[in-house]
Every structure is written in C-alpha cells, then in structure tokens.
C-alpha cells in the first residue's frame, strides 16, 4: 500500500470523528429520519473504523486495564439512552450497545496476547477458537453487532500480526460483512445491467479513511477524550427526545 502513503492524512481524532458523523447518521435513520435509505447506508462505514480504532487502542494504551475499565464505564452509561432508541423503554435486555461489544473484544485480545507471550504458534493455534468463542459470546449476550462485531476487532488485531495487513483487513471485513452477515439487497443500474449487492457490504468502504491513517494521536487530553465518548450516549437521547416530540 506504499501508493496510499501520500494519502495518510487523517489522525486518530480525524477518524473517530468521521465515524462519528456516520453513526450519527444511521441512528437519524433509525430515529426521526427514517426511510431515507443512504442514511444508513452511509452508517455502515461507522462500525469498522470504531472497531479499527479499539484495536489500535488495545495496542497503544498505557494501560489496558484502565481502557477496559473506561469502557466499561460509558457502556453502563449508554445503555438506558441506547435501549430507549432501540426498544422504547428504559430497559430491554435484548440488545446492548456497542460498547459492551468492543470490551468483549478487548477480554479476547488480552487473552490472545497472553497465549503469543508463551507462543507464536500457541497464538495462531488460539485465534480461530477464541474467535469462535468471541463470536458465540456476542451472539448469545446479544452486544450491538452481535459475534459480527466482535470478530470485526479481531480482523483489526490479527492485522496488525501479518504481513500486508491491508489485505488481511479486506478479506477480513468481506468475510464479516459479505459473507457472514449479507442483509438486505441494494441495486445498481450500470452498463445496461442491474447489479445487487448487500448493503452491509458498504462497510469495506470504511477502509478507504482507515488506510489513510497516519498513526498520529491528533488533539488529545482528558476534555476531548471524555467529550468523545460522551458523543455516543449523549446524542441517542438527544435524538430519543426529538424523536417523541416528532411522533
């Protein structure tokens, strides 16, 4: 990916902002905008880039106990807006928010590291079955995503042990969201033909921005951090109060 070095102008805020803007977007859909198709499909380039950013957080934290703990934390906290979007009450065990996902994730990965200190080997004879277990876990305690979105950080963390982590993430994320998920169907009228396709499978799209990384912090600090997770909870009841009042 050398061609793309040029390119590589985006830091860590830049990035998580953008992922801000299409989940904004996919939750306007799902909320007081609903029917207009590109929103969400627009949304589906969120959850990858967070899910980058969670693996990249996993292996640049200072401490990742403290990551797990903050996490943990604002997923408590976002779970009455987050249930009151999607199942209209203060309560509904039948979803959990995204957070809780990215901390099931970063339990696994803490494993697998465990497992590559005694052995490489051990590591790469680990990963498909912590990956299974990871997909079954997020499956049955039904976090945002489900197993998907757990094995979706995975994809970013095992990059970041292979060669031509590009491709990795590529296959990685058609797998996840082509293979795996599928969903509903979009059509394209081109050269005289129409030509579906799944609308998960716009999430590959979000490797466009992740690509052009550069591995800087960008603005960081103790206010922005915490105003960055507050965005998550903070906006779903914003558009939990607009959506009542519209209705």
Known sequence: MDVLKKWKRLDALALKALAMVFMLCDHLWATIIPGNLWLTSVGRLAFPIFAFQIGEGFFLTRSRKN?????????????????????GSFFYPFH???????????????????????????????FPVVS???????????????????????????????????????????????G??????????FLGRTWSFPQQGLALLALVPIWCYNGQQGKS???????????????????????????
């Not at 957070?99 to 080997?121: G, I, Q, V, Y």
């Open 180 to 189: 795996m998920m599928g969903g509903m169907e979009l059509s394209l009228e």
């Open 221 to 247: 600090g103790p206010l922005l951090r915490t105003a960055c997770y507050a965005f998550y909870p903070v906006h779903m009841a914003v558009l939990v109060l607009l959506w009542r009042q519209l209705g």
């Open 67 to 87: 990551y797990l703990g903050r996490l943990f934390l604002w997923a408590l906290i976002s779970e009455v807006p987050f249930d009151l979007m999607y199942g």
């Open 96 to 126: 959990q928010n995204v957070l809780f996902t990215f901390c099931l994730a970063l339990l696994l990965m803490t494993l697998l590291e465990k497992a590559e200190r005694r052995s490489r080997l051990l590591f790469f004879l680990l």
């Open 132 to 178: 299974a277990v990871g997909y079954l876990l997020g499956t049955l305690t039904m976090v945002d995503y489900y197993g998907f979105g757990v094995l979706t950080v995975l994809v970013f963390y095992l990059a970041k042990k292979l060669p031509l982590p590009w491709l990795v993430q590529l296959a990685g994320l058609w797998l996840v969201n082509v």
